[in-house]
């Protein structure tokens, strides 16, 4: 039971910041689909990316989990491990915003697309690859994600050998 409540304050600390990255998610699919009522974007972007939801949501819990762990071992992390979970999730939450297009929800994103790929070769690849490649750009983003939370958890456990 002791051991339990040392862990207390890096579960409530991912608790809040992955409902808050839920939040933002979802008011951004809102705020990106302004031809759609607000709960018609919703329900499409918890119909269709549900799963990415949930993923995203386990993940940030996770990943503010172990951050609050090392702040209580009072380890420091470098800025590698919070850049790959940022780069890893925009990459994931960028490309899954793709696929409710076709709904008319974020038509935003598409006409970012639509921009790159007027950069020229490169931008049109890129953009290609994303539409094309959604699936695996979207488990590439979380799963940067993921290893950078378990190097960070390496690093805690590692420095706590000590």
């Known amino acids: 039971m002791v051991g339990s409540r040392r862990y207390r304050a890096p579960m409530v600390k991912g608790l809040a910041a992955a409902s808050a990255i839920t ?7 809102v705020l990106t689909s302004p031809n759609i009522e607000a709960l018609r974007a919703v329900q499409a972007t918890l119909s269709i990316n549900l799963y990415f ?3 995203l949501f386990l993940t940030t819990w996770f990943h503010w989990f172990v951050r609050g762990l090392s702040t209580m071992s009072r380890c420091r992390l470098g800025a590698g491990s919070k850049a790959g979970y940022t780069g890893g999730s925009a990459l994931a939450s960028l490309t899954s915003f793709l696929s409710l297009t076709q709904l008319g929800c974020c038509g ?6 639509s921009l790159l790929s007027n950069t020229g070769v490169v931008g049109a690849a890129l953009a290609g690859f994303l539409i094309g490649f959604q699936p695996i750009v979207i488990l590439s983003g979380l799963s940067l994600m993921w290893v950078s ?6 690093k805690i456990w590692f420095n706590s050998s000590r």
């Open 23 to 29: 939040a933002i998610y979802l008011l951004t699919a």
């Open 53 to 55: 939801v949930i993923a």
């Open 108 to 113: 935003f994103w598409l006409y970012a697309l």
């Open 149 to 154: 939370s378990l190097y960070m958890l390496w």
